[in-house]
Nanobody, 127 residues
Framework: QVQLVESGGGLVQAGGSLRLSCAAS????????MGWFRQAPGKEREFVAA????????YYADSVKGRFTISRDNAKNTVYLQMNSLKPEDTAVYYC????????????????????WGQGTQVTVSS
């Protein structure tokens, strides 16, 4: 069983920054790619960013590229999402997720590639 707990959300003005954290339980965290997704009110959950199990590869949605940075600290079983230059359209509940299959060559960017999800953390960006 894996538990993912997000933190770091909050209310910020446009142009500001937040750093989300996702703490994972379980000894095999380092074997899996990790992803961040978000869901705004009335919208489908969408991909934000993903990182390979080694941390060597990262992927971003076009909407956040250049503003968000995903990273991980395998010693701490934690994945991060640094969000800079935030915009009102970034307002959403942000979820971290663990990939279903270890040591894959392709980092998934769709929800179907992930099997465990956190409870989410609210990010609100005011204009």
């Amino acid at each position: 069983q894996v538990q993912l707990v997000e933190s770091g959300g909050g209310l910020v003005q446009a142009g500001g920054s937040l750093r989300l954290s996702c703490a994972a339980s379980g000894r095999t965290f380092t074997n899996y790619d990790m992803g961040w997704f978000r869901q705004a009110p009335g919208k489908e959950r969408e991909f934000v960013a993903a990182i390979s199990w080694s941390g060597g590869r990262t992927y971003y949605a076009d909407s956040v590229k250049g503003r968000f940075t995903i990273s991980r600290d395998n010693a701490k079983n934690t994945v991060y999402l640094q969000m800079n230059s935030l915009k009102p359209e970034d307002t959403a509940v942000y979820y971290c997720a663990k990939e279903a299959i270890p040591f894959t060559r392709v980092v998934p960017t769709t929800q179907g590639g992930y099997d465990y999800w956190g409870q989410g953390t609210q990010v609100t960006v005011s204009s």
